[in-house]
C-alpha cells in the first residue's frame, strides 16, 4: 500500500494591472493512495484514488472532485495476462469547480469544467519467441566484459 500526502502554501499578490491589489493564500493539500491486492491462482486487484483540496490557479480558486481508478489482472503461466481496469470510476477526474471573488471591486464569477471520460480498458500481453534461449541465459554487460579483459 503506498499513501502519499504532500501539502503546500501559496500566495498571490498582484498589483500591476489592477485598480485593487488582489492578494489571495491558500493551504492546498492532495492525497493518493495506491494499492494492490494479491489473490489467489495468480489474481491481483488493484485500485488507486486521489483527492486533492482547492488551490489557486492565478487568481481563481479551483476546486477538484476526487477520482478512483480500479483494475484486475490475471497472470498466466505462460508468461502472459489479462488485465481490465476502469479509469475514472465515479467519472469526475476532469471536473473542475472554479470561482474568481474580489468583494473589494464587487466581482464574482464562477463556473464547472468536465473534462471527465470514464475509460474502460481490456489488456492482453503475451511473450513472443523463444524463451530458453542460451544466449538469453548467459548474456553479459559491457562493464562485466571489460572487467574480464583487465
Known amino acids: 500500500m503506498n499513501w502519499n500526502l504532500t501539502a503546500y502554501h501559496h500566495q498571490v499578490k498582484e498589483e500591476s494591472s489592477r485598480p485593487m491589489v488582489f492578494e489571495k493564500d491558500i493551504l ?3 492525497v493518493q493512495l495506491i494499492n494492490n491486492f494479491l489473490l489467489p491462482n495468480d489474481w491481483s486487484i488493484g485500485i488507486d484514488g486521489r483527492y ?5 490557479v492565478g487568481d481563481q480558486r ?12 490475471k497472470n498466466f503461466s505462460s508468461g502472459g495476462s489479462l488485465s481490465f481496469t476502469v479509469q475514472d470510476v465515479t ?6 469547480r472554479w470561482e474568481y471573488h474580489q468583494p473589494e471591486l464587487g466581482v464574482k464569477t ?5 473534462f ?13 519467441g523463444n524463451q530458453k534461449l542460451l544466449g538469453k541465459r548467459q548474456r553479459k554487460t559491457g ?3 571489460l572487467k574480464n579483459r583487465m
Open 62 to 73: 479551483v476546486f477538484d472532485y476526487p477520482a478512483l481508478n480500479l483494475g484486475v489482472r
Open 116 to 128: 471527465s471520460e470514464r475509460q474502460v480498458r481490456v489488456t492482453w500481453n503475451i511473450l513472443f
Open 28 to 30: 492546498t493539500y492532495s
Open 143 to 145: 562493464s562485466e566484459e
Open 91 to 96: 467519472n469526475t477526474a476532469g471536473k473542475r
Open 110 to 114: 464562477f463556473g464547472l469544467n468536465n
Open 52 to 56: 486533492r483540496s482547492s488551490y489557486l
